[in-house]
């Protein structure tokens, strides 16, 4: 020091604001990443979540049993009769017609079809809004009255599960009994027992032109053990 007076160090001053910043923007850099990270990989685990799904609800190869009018799978004994696999709309409308058949019988379509000979003309009982009403001969030798469902669609298959839940319920001496249901394939049958006197409505309204129509006496009464039930 020629004058006296002390030469400070040569040195560099680094402010504490830059440095502040640059630790700032590596932690928001750290961050993002980690961010972008973790949606890639929570969108790789969904596609992989709906890939898996997607075969879960592939449709198996679920073999289709016709049930005979003896209980028993049709066949021959013990054995098993395949069909093609069923849809989902099968499939789905099936599981929901096991909680209403109750005690009635399932028939296959040939039973059906043998006890009708084969759905002939001679044997048509009537028509209505559900369809067809055939008469029939089962093989232990009763006499049926089988209902065939003319709209195969949805509507009509809700209307077939309607009357078979609500003839399951319901157990009149006065009403006619529910035997079983065919649901094989496309057809949707309902077999009841036959009544050989014929329906209240031929009586009624003179459907059956060999019958007289009834008094106003005879209507009278059944009015009164409807409602009576």
Partial sequence: DNDGRAIKPLGVDVPGKEKDGLAGSMIAVIVLSSV??????????????LKCKGFTHQPEDTPHVLI?????????????????????????????????????????????????????????????????????????????AVKVLKRDNQQGSREFLAEVEMLSRLHHRNLVKLIGICTEDHTRCLVYELVP?????????????????????????????????
């Fill in 36 to 49: 972008i990270a973790f949606v890639v990989s929570m969108a790789v685990i969904w596609l992989l979540l």
């Fill in 68 to 144: 005979s009018s003896n209980g028993k799978p049709s066949g021959g004994a013990g054995s098993l009769t395949f069909g093609s696999r069923p849809s989902s709309a099968s499939l789905s409308f099936s599981s929901s017609l096991l909680a209403y058949t109750g005690t009635a019988k399932v028939f296959s379509l040939n039973d059906i079809e043998k006890a009708t000979d084969n759905f002939d003309t001679s044997r048509i009982l009537g028509e209505g809004g559900f369809g067809l009403v055939y008469s029939g001969i089962l093989d232990d030798g009763r006499k049926v």
């Fill in 197 to 229: 006197s014929g329906s209240v409505e031929s009586y009624l309204h003179g459907v059956d032109k060999e019958a007289d129509p009834l008094d106003w006496g005879a209507r009278m009464k059944i009015a009164l053990g409807a409602a009576r039930g």
